[in-house]
């Protein structure tokens, strides 16, 4: 059963000292590819530097919602971003970016105007983008719809039935992770369940990840989260749509490599 982790922080702190090992691990243990998420200018930089260091992983560049203010006080923010993206083949995104209004209500247009510019690069580059939307629904939608030649996914999808639908028509991927199995995510649950009500071939736009080391499932919640965890993820959402935890696991895999146009042969350390 091979697995393929589409968006993941091994450069955050809890992974300090434990870092390489826990790669191996989780490597060997049928996670053949990791997607390592940048979300700073500083983390974009890191991101690759594991992406290089390791066959496979690979790394995105792009500024979080979060980062926002801090990284755009660097007039030339835009152009590190896409300096970085060049400098390496294992680069195959931009992101994250978005919008998050759950903490930064007080930052909305230059969370907005890092976004929109952020996605015009990607349209410049032509390469995915990986979309972080938290309590940011309608606007996040405007902006995907300013750019209909950009495609991506929304990362840790929270929105409704109804949004879910508009996204995969609009040609975006969603993901699941951990989030499934928690005993409140009745939407996530409706969602991956009924994907197929949405459009013929739905399910080819789903990708699984961990966002780890947050967002644990279920038994492991609360503890820090890895990319072999992802079997509790594969095995309630294979479960919703009516297939093996193997099957869904395979259907996730090729998903994420078409998604990043990545080849499916296997790599090593």
Same mark, same amino acid.
Do not use: W
């Given at each position: 059963?091979?697995?393929? =982790?589409?968006?993941?922080?091994? =450069?955050?702190?809890?992974?300090?000292?434990?870092?390489?090992?826990?790669?191996?691990? $989780?490597?060997?243990?049928?996670?053949? #590819?990791?997607?390592?998420?940048?979300?700073?200018?500083?983390?974009?930089?890191?991101? &690759?530097?594991?992406?290089?260091?390791? *066959?496979?992983?690979?790394?995105?560049?792009?500024?979080?919602?979060? =980062?926002?203010?801090?990284?755009?006080?660097?007039?030339?923010?835009?152009?590190?971003?896409?300096?970085?993206? +060049?400098?390496?083949?294992?680069?195959?995104?931009?992101?994250?970016?978005?919008? =998050?209004?759950?903490?930064?209500?007080? /930052? #909305? @247009?230059?969370?907005?105007?890092?976004? /929109?510019?952020?996605?015009?690069?990607?349209?410049?580059?032509?390469?995915?983008?990986?979309?972080?939307?938290?309590?940011?629904?309608?606007?996040?939608?405007?902006?995907?719809?300013?750019?209909?030649?950009?495609?991506? $996914?929304?990362?840790?999808?929270? *929105?409704?039935?109804?949004?879910?639908?508009?996204?995969?028509?609009?040609?975006?991927?969603?993901?699941?992770?951990?989030?499934? !199995?928690?005993?409140?995510?009745?939407?996530? $649950? /409706?969602?991956? %369940? +009924?994907?197929?009500?949405?459009?013929?071939?739905?399910?080819?736009?789903?990708?699984?990840? %961990?966002?780890?080391?947050?967002? !644990?499932?279920?038994?492991?919640?609360?503890? !820090? +989260?890895?990319? /072999?965890?992802?079997?509790? !993820?594969?095995?309630?959402?294979?479960?919703?749509? *009516?297939? %093996?935890? @193997? @099957?869904?696991?395979?259907?996730?895999?090729?998903?994420?490599?078409?998604?990043?146009? &990545?080849? @499916?042969?296997?790599?090593?350390?």
């Amino acid at each position: 059963m091979k697995m393929f =982790d589409s968006h993941a922080h091994y =450069d955050d702190a809890r992974f300090d000292g434990i870092r390489h090992e826990t790669l191996l691990e $989780v490597h060997e243990s049928g996670v053949e #590819k990791i997607a390592n998420i940048a979300s700073s200018l500083a983390s974009s930089k890191t991101c &690759i530097e594991l992406a290089e260091k390791y *066959g496979f992983i690979y790394a995105s560049v792009g500024i979080h919602p979060s =980062d926002a203010v801090k990284d755009m006080r660097n007039e030339n923010y835009i152009s590190l971003l896409e300096e970085m993206y +060049n400098s390496s083949k294992k680069v195959v995104a931009i992101g994250e970016i978005g919008l =998050d209004y759950h903490y930064g209500k007080d /930052d #909305k @247009e230059e969370q907005k105007i890092c976004f /929109d510019k952020q996605m015009s690069l990607a349209k410049k580059l032509g390469c995915p983008v990986i979309i972080h939307d938290r309590e940011a629904h309608e606007e996040t939608l405007e902006i995907l719809s300013a750019y209909p030649e950009v495609k991506g $996914v929304l990362h840790s999808f929270s *929105g409704s039935f109804e949004m879910a639908k508009q996204v995969l028509k609009m040609g975006y991927y969603i993901s699941i992770n951990g989030v499934i !199995t928690f005993e409140n995510a009745k939407k996530t $649950v /409706d969602i991956v %369940t +009924n994907i197929r009500s949405i459009m013929p071939g739905a399910e080819s736009k789903i990708l699984m990840e %961990t966002d780890c080391p947050y967002l !644990t499932p279920v038994p492991f919640r609360g503890k !820090t +989260n890895r990319s /072999d965890l992802m079997v509790y !993820t594969a095995e309630k959402a294979a479960s919703c749509l *009516g297939i %093996t935890t @193997e @099957e869904f696991c395979e259907l996730t895999y090729n998903n994420a490599c078409r998604f990043y146009g &990545i080849s @499916e042969q296997k790599e090593k350390l």
